[in-house]
Nanobody, 111 residues
Framework: VQLVESGGGLVQAGGSLRLSCAAS??????MGWYRQGPGKQRDLVAS???????NYADSVKGRFTNARDNAKNTVYLQMNSLKPEDTAVYYC????????WGQGTQVTVSS
């Protein structure tokens, strides 16, 4: 399975971005997003089951929304009210018996 992310970029604080991650095959397990800031470990941002149950890191609750289109094998991350501390490389993650990772997309939030 290949995961292809898109939608990263540079945005001012308070702005919005939408990330997309398209899988090359149907994903039956959890899909989600992790991020890794400079000098930091990779942490979970949000995840969503095939049934639509979501889970969010406390730091993004109320600002980020994770959605999934199973017919398109695609997961989305709508990021609103972005803060400079959201700056990181964002990685798509998916489980289909084994774990898959995307190549990462840079999100930079300027103050």
């Amino acid at each position: 399975v290949q995961l292809v992310e898109s939608g990263g970029g540079l945005v001012q604080a308070g702005g919005s971005l939408r990330l997309s991650c398209a899988a090359s095959r149907s994903i039956f397990g959890i899909m989600g997003w992790y991020r890794q800031g400079p000098g930091k470990q990779r942490d979970l941002v949000a995840s969503i089951t095939s049934g639509g149950d979501t889970n969010y890191a406390d730091s993004v609750k109320g600002r980020f929304t994770n959605a999934r289109d199973n017919a398109k094998n695609t997961v989305y991350l709508q990021m609103n009210s972005l803060k400079p501390e959201d700056t990181a490389v964002y990685y798509c993650n998916a489980w289909n018996l084994i774990e898959y990772w995307g190549q990462g997309t840079q999100v930079t939030v300027s103050s």
